[in-house]
């Protein structure tokens, strides 16, 4: 029964969605560099590496999302930034370079290793590493606001739910704390 | 939007599996009934209420100078949003910080934390983590020992704070207390302490995923700390204090002795926590 519940809150949340955003993935408006998971079935593991040698020869910053296929809450995300890419994307291509991890919500926080150069952390342990403070639970989507050298701009909430509207995401470019 | 609010609770109560992976924005995510823009120093319906009941016809100064809270403005979690209290008034017996109110407005529990002080903490400085449900201002009010009431808030976005699923690996050491002071302590001055509770703090809005019922709100209800039996403050605490409670503040030790904090929660479980200082 309780499963049926969540079934439902799921189908009618998908039925909100527009249809153009069905598809994962930031969308293309954002020229993002799409990053696939390697090392599959026992890890799922994201070089960050080339996007951090890219923002070194442009002088960008990162903007590091990551989304799963199967997950409705960030389907919602990628359908704001396509309703709002006329006004957002020269926002973004001013300073970041949008990459984009593609996830599935089964894949764990034990489960997800990012890399950088020959260093590769699972979740919590890459969290850590960079003082992030959401290392105790893996939350799609997430985003991560990161210079040329790994370094966390500043802390990122779990969860984008608080940057859906364009003011608020402005705010998030702008690192307003 | 507050018919969306109680889906965001519903739906964070009845799957926390599913929050465990998927924040849940709804409440925040709806366009059209998105929380309009606040300033930090906005009032609001539910403290205008609040202010009713607690401080009934008394004026409150928000003039900076006297009290300040820090908080960011997203925290990585709304279920540990990291709050500081930082008081500009030295506490003397002249003239001190009384009592502290820390208020989450739109919190089912809004009063977070009262802390009734002394002359004894030194500074009126305080740390800790709050639960903070939706888009909400979080707000201190200092009384001083005149009777002035002095405020200052942030306005704090979060999503999911008291739907977010509780750490239970340590349940065995409920209750247990913990004295942090730095090593060494010097003596007649403002030192800072810590005082955490292993506790859940449950706030009832959570689900057993095994039993299928909701947790019976189970949280601490107040700490006292003392030094050398003299009081140093007490804490009339809720849910809306993040598990684990913690306080962080300053003491004035006069020579060797014993801090000690007193814990009651919620089902009448006591504890006593002390550490002695040289």
Not at chain 1, 86 to 104: C, G, K, M, T
Not at chain 2, 181 to 186: F, G, H, K, Q
Not at chain 2, 208 to 213: A, E, F, P, R, S
């Amino acid at each position: 029964m309780h499963q049926l519940i969540v079934a439902v809150c799921i189908a009618v949340w998908l039925s909100l969605v527009p249809a153009s955003a069905v598809s994962a993935g930031v969308p293309a408006p954002y020229s993002p560099l799409v990053i696939q998971p390697t090392g599959m079935p026992a890890r799922h593991e994201f070089d960050l590496s080339a996007a951090l040698a890219r923002a070194r020869r442009e002088n960008k910053r990162l903007y590091v999302y990551l989304g799963a296929h199967n997950c409705p809450f960030c389907r919602r995300y990628e359908a704001f930034l396509e309703q709002n890419a006329a006004e957002l994307v020269p926002h973004f291509a001013a300073q970041y370079i949008v990459v984009d991890l593609r996830s599935s919500l089964s894949v764990t926080a034990d489960q997800l290793f990012i890399r950088i150069g020959e260093r590769a952390l699972p979740y919590a342990d890459f969290q850590r590493s960079i003082g992030d403070e959401r290392a105790r639970m893996l939350v799609y989507p997430s985003v991560w606001l990161l210079d040329p050298d790994a370094k966390p701009l500043m802390q990122m909430p779990a969860g984008t739910g608080t940057f859906q509207t364009v003011p608020e995401q402005l705010e998030i470019l702008r690192l307003e704390q | 939007m507050r018919g969306m609010i109680h889906v965001n609770r519903w739906l964070g109560r009845g799957t926390a599996c599913l929050v465990l992976f998927v924040w849940a924005p709804w409440a925040q995510a709806v366009p059209g009934g998105l929380p309009a823009p606040a300033a930090h120093a906005d009032s609001s319906p539910e403290w205008e209420s609040l202010r009713e009941k607690l401080f009934p016809s008394r004026a409150i100064d928000t003039t900076p100078g006297t009290v300040q809270i820090i908080a960011p403005l997203r925290a990585a979690y709304g279920a540990s949003v990291p709050v500081k209290v930082v008081s500009k008034l030295p506490q003397t017996p002249g003239l001190y910080v009384k009592r502290l109110y820390l208020l989450v407005d739109k919190n089912p529990s809004p009063i977070a934390a009262v802390l009734d002080l002394t002359t004894e903490v030194g500074q009126a400085d305080f740390e800790t983590r709050l639960r903070v449900d939706e888009y909400s201002h979080v707000r201190v009010v200092a009384e001083l020992s005149n009777g002035q009431l002095h405020m200052d808030s942030r306005y704090v976005k979060t999503s999911g704070g008291c739907s977010a699923p509780p750490n239970r690996d340590a349940l065995h050491l409920v209750g247990k207390t913990v004295l942090k002071v730095p090593e060494p302590v010097a003596m007649n001055l403002p030192t800072p302490a810590e005082v955490t509770v292993l506790h859940p703090n449950d706030t009832g809005f959570e689900l057993n995923q095994v039993t299928v019922m909701y947790i019976p709100a189970h949280f601490v209800r107040s700490i006292k700390v003392s030094y050398a039996d003299k009081k140093v403050f007490d804490a009339e605490l809720d849910f809306s204090v993040s598990e684990n409670p913690s306080l962080r503040f300053n003491f004035v030790p006069h020579g060797q002795g014993q801090l000690k904090a007193e814990v009651e929660d919620s089902k009448d479980g006591r504890w006593v926590g002390t550490l002695a200082v040289r």
